[in-house]
């Protein structure tokens, strides 16, 4: 006997104009689905008879039109997505390596806000927030006079000549001390504490847009404007005053308030960003990357049960083809730190190892306790090094030395790990050169492939443009989207302090095309018109 059954299902895509009706056979039995608009006169009938108020647009009226495009055009971008759609800075993809002049960070020319300006901002996968200097109390030196190997000046963010800009209030979701403001309505203050010594930055919350150019599996190129969190640093300490982002710093942690998080949650690209460190002093950003098929990865774990930062297990740090026992450690992987950083008890196994292998004189420098001063050929017989991370998982260290001068005309060789106290580790740039590094939030994966920082489908500067006449940028998620349950970036606060100290930047504490989409703007703009 033939059983019917009827599902009522509800679509929000443009195209589903009609109702449509299918019939499927299938082991004798029929089965039928009704598909019905979610806009339509049924749609509304059948959401009154659940006790739902629904407020309906008039159909064919601008403001429908409008919403339909919109819809659409939020499916494509996500669809786009699933299409390795990725997106770079809008003066390209290209991060920027000055060495000491600039505290050995890795920066990228940002551009914010309507009109835009340009800001050198430095690149900081161990923290959350983005901020840059703005309505300066206490900030650094924005004068390239003050930085050798910059030839324009730095900028200030100034909220008032951005048409973009708007104060994010002491009620919003983001705002992380709302609690301590006396009226809700009240702008949103900041406050972050860095690593480093007395570092820190403070002001006030702002949304604004962040100008990128998005390519396509197809190299196609577009200009985007995202909606983001930015953080008007008015007032700076420590290494922000000494040399370290003097023109801010772009938090990539998993938190909430962070560019890669808002990015996916306005739908442009996954939850996935990769910085590529070539062993030039360039190398490259991608948000939305999620890296090659081939590439090596591991999961990220809980740091004291909760995942809120970039932190892998290494089981092991070996050294030629030696394994220390119990040489294992948990490591937060840190753009933001120029060093690598290992508990004091492994530092101390994994350094007598590589002395036993290393056929030359130590002789310590300052900073750095296992320095070789190298010959006319260099320094041979260096030892390799690898980390066994979880999965038996290899990561290569490309370059574990690296070379200092004494002023005198002696070079010298040294080995770019330090100790740290407690048990959690980092894992800095220097550990990283000569990789493409993926940091997958979607999928809790820490990616990496060797790699010449080559731009990943051309990313030649496109000039940002508005969005099409009477349409806007996606708006900030939703308070519902904004909650998820990763937390603030932090580095360890167990992990104390280090000589020399982790840069300033190491925090304490993301194309289909469908006609009607096309049918629904010219509808618009002649509405207007």
């Known amino acids: 006997m033939a059983i019917p059954f009827t599902t009522l299902v509800l679509l929000t895509a443009a195209a589903m104009l009609q109702l449509l009706s299918v019939e499927v ?79 050995w960070l890795h920066y990228a020319w940002i551009d914010i806000g309507t009109p835009n300006t340009s800001f050198l901002v430095a690149l900081d996968a161990g923290s959350d927030l983005f901020w840059v200097p703005c309505n300066c109390v206490q900030c650094a030196p924005l004068s390239s006079s003050y930085y050798s190997m910059l030839d324009k000046d730095l900028n200030e963010y100034s909220s008032a000549r951005s048409s973009t800009s708007k104060h994010l209030s002491c009620s919003h979701q983001l705002c992380e001390l709302g609690p301590n403001c006396q009226n809700p309505k009240e702008r949103c203050p900041y406050t972050v504490n860095y690593y480093s010594e007395n570092t820190s930055s403070s002001g006030f919350l702002f949304e604004d847009q962040l100008h990128l150019t998005s390519v396509g599996g197809h190299g196609h190129q577009g200009s985007v ?63 939305g990357d999620q890296g090659p098929e081939n590439q090596r990865q591991s999961s990220f774990v809980s740091l004291d049960g909760k995942f809120n930062t970039y932190v892998v297990e290494v089981q092991r740090y070996c050294v030629g083809g030696t394994c220390p026992k119990q040489s294992g450690f948990q490591a937060l992987v840190d753009s933001g730190s120029s060093f690598t950083y290992l508990p004091s008890e492994i530092f101390t196994k994994v350094v007598t190892e590589f002395e036993e292998q290393i056929n030359a004189t130590r002789l310590a420098t300052e900073d750095f306790p296992y320095c070789y001063k190298a010959s006319s050929r260099g320094l041979p017989n260096i030892p390799s ?36 106290e407690g048990m959690i580790g980092i894992i800095g740039q220097n550990l990283m050169e000569g990789y493409r590094m993926v940091f997958d939030w979607e999928n809790m994966k820490l990616g990496w492939s060797c790699s ?30 904004q909650r998820s349950s990763g937390g603030h970036a932090v580095a360890p606060a167990i992990a104390g302090k280090a000589t020399p100290k982790p840069s300033a930047a190491s925090l304490h504490a993301v194309s289909w095309h469908c006609a009607i989409s096309s049918l629904l703007l010219s509808l618009v703009v002649m509405l207007y018109g």
């Not at 998982?393 to 100790?419: E, R």
Request: net charge positive; proline share 7%; hydrophobic share 35%.
């Open 25 to 103: 056979a299938a082991a004798g039995e029929r089965y039928s689905s009704r598909l019905i608009h979610g806009f339509s006169d049924e749609a509304m009938s059948f959401w009154a008879s659940k006790g739902k108020t629904v407020t309906w647009l008039k159909r064919e009226s601008v403001e429908h039109m409008r919403l339909l495009l919109s819809n659409d055009l939020k499916r494509q971008r996500l669809k786009l997505g699933s299409q390795k759609q990725l997106l770079f800075p809008s003066q390209g993809s290209q991060t920027h390596f000055y060495g000491n002049d600039l505290s």
């Open 225 to 287: 404007r995202a909606p983001i969190v930015i953080g008007c640093g008015s007032k700076q300490s420590g290494s922000y005053l000494n040399g370290a982002a003097p023109d801010g710093v772009m938090g990539l942690g998993p938190g909430d308030i962070s560019v890669p998080s808002l990015l996916a949650k306005s739908g442009f690209v996954p939850r996935s960003f990769s910085l590529c460190f070539g062993k030039s002093s360039s190398g490259t950003i991608f948000f």
């Open 385 to 420: 090094m690898k980390l066994m991370l979880a999965a038996n998982q290899s990561f290569v260290i490309q370059n574990p030395m690296f070379t200092i001068s004494n002023g005198q005309g002696d070079n010298f060789y040294c080995v770019g790990i330090l100790p740290i």
């Open 452 to 481: 010449k920082c080559q731009d990943i489908g051309g990313s030649a500067k496109v000039p940002p443009t508005p969005p099409p006449s009477g349409l806007t940028s996606n708006p900030l998620p939703t308070t519902e989207q």
